[in-house]
């Protein structure tokens, strides 16, 4: 990996300031991993309450750190202090790369990432954080599709190691390398890839629930396989890992991969993510999932 994206790095203009859309899960975790890393973002959405959702987000992960006396309190003022929450693109035009995060809707994307290249510097590149919605699909919606690229966070943000960064048919080498240059100063992994359903983790993980399935149709305990798992030395097994993940997403992304490789990953009849769905057994969520949550 570091072969390949140090290539890239070298070739890379530092981002010096950054822009994330959308201040939920995902682009509240943005914006807190890449202000302790040191790299100010301005953080945008449409309505001010998400804003302090996003804020408090950030706050709760210093404040933990600042328990444990990993940082002190000015440390955590200068880390909040490179967030600068806003309603507005007034300051996009000093910002070098955007992480667009809001719903996963491709109409609402398309609308946003099109509305925020308007605004932005020349050069600077735009990115989507989209699990599911081609990056090439995306990319039509704006005039410049070579500043485009796939910037894939997994959730917890801060946690989770590894960054897809996601190449369209049109983005060119610069803006991956930028990406690419960004991603590390956020002390990420980043690895390059090519467009196509479910990238590549969800390529793995997808065919992995369906063997989780498998057994579970033949009779197994979701509980005990979920052990073997942990046993075998994985963070979590499978049940809880969907959970976690929340089953009304995973079950979008497996229709989305059954659509794209029908061949190898459309199933006959109900797998175990379409009858959790049915069951709005959604995971940590909505507090029932396999386990239950009180
Ligand atoms: P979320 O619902 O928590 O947050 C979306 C935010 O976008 C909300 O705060 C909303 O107000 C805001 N928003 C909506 N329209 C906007 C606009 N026009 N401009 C600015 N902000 C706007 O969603 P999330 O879970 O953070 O997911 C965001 C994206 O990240 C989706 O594309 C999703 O597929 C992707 N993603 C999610 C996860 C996950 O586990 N949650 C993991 C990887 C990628």
Not at 248 to 258: F, L
Request: some cysteine.
């Amino acid at each position: 990996i570091k072969k390949i994206t140090g290539k890239y790095e070298a070739q890379a203009e530092p981002v010096k300031m950054a822009a994330v859309l959308g201040a939920g899960i995902m682009g509240g975790g943005v914006a807190y991993q890449s202000a302790s890393k040191g790299t100010p973002i301005l953080m945008k959405d449409i309505a001010e309450p998400a804003l302090q959702l996003g804020l408090d987000e950030a706050n709760k992960l210093l404040g933990g750190q600042l328990k444990r006396k990993r940082i002190d309190a000015a440390k955590m003022a200068q880390v909040i202090n490179r967030i600068t929450p806003t309603l507005s693109y007034g300051d996009f035009d000093r910002v070098d790369l955007v992480v667009e995060a809001v719903v996963e809707n491709p109409n609402v994307k398309k609308a946003v990432l099109a509305e925020t290249e308007k605004h932005l510097p020349e050069g600077a590149v735009l990115t989507s954080n989209t699990s599911t919605i081609s990056i090439t699909d995306l990319a039509t919606a704006l005039e410049k599709p070579e500043n485009f690229c796939g910037m894939h966070f997994f959730n917890p943000v801060h946690k989770m190691p590894l960054v897809e960064v996601i190449r369209g048919e049109k983005t060119s080498e610069s803006a991956i390398a930028r990406t690419v240059a960004y991603a590390k100063a956020m002390g990420k992994t980043p690895i390059v890839v090519n467009d196509c359903p479910g990238f590549l983790v969800n390529r793995i993980l997808f065919p992995y629930f369906g063997g989780f399935s498998a057994l579970l149709s033949d009779g197994a305990d979701f509980r005990r396989i979920d052990k073997v798992m942990e046993r075998f030395g994985w963070p979590m097994g499978p049940a809880y890992l969907l959970d976690v993940v929340g089953v009304d997403t995973a079950h979008h992304a497996d229709r989305v991969m059954a659509a794209g490789f029908p061949d190898r990953m459309e199933h006959e009849g109900e797998n175990i993510i379409d009858r959790m769905f049915k069951l709005e057994r959604f995971g940590q969520k909505n507090a029932k999932g396999f386990y239950r949550y009180e």
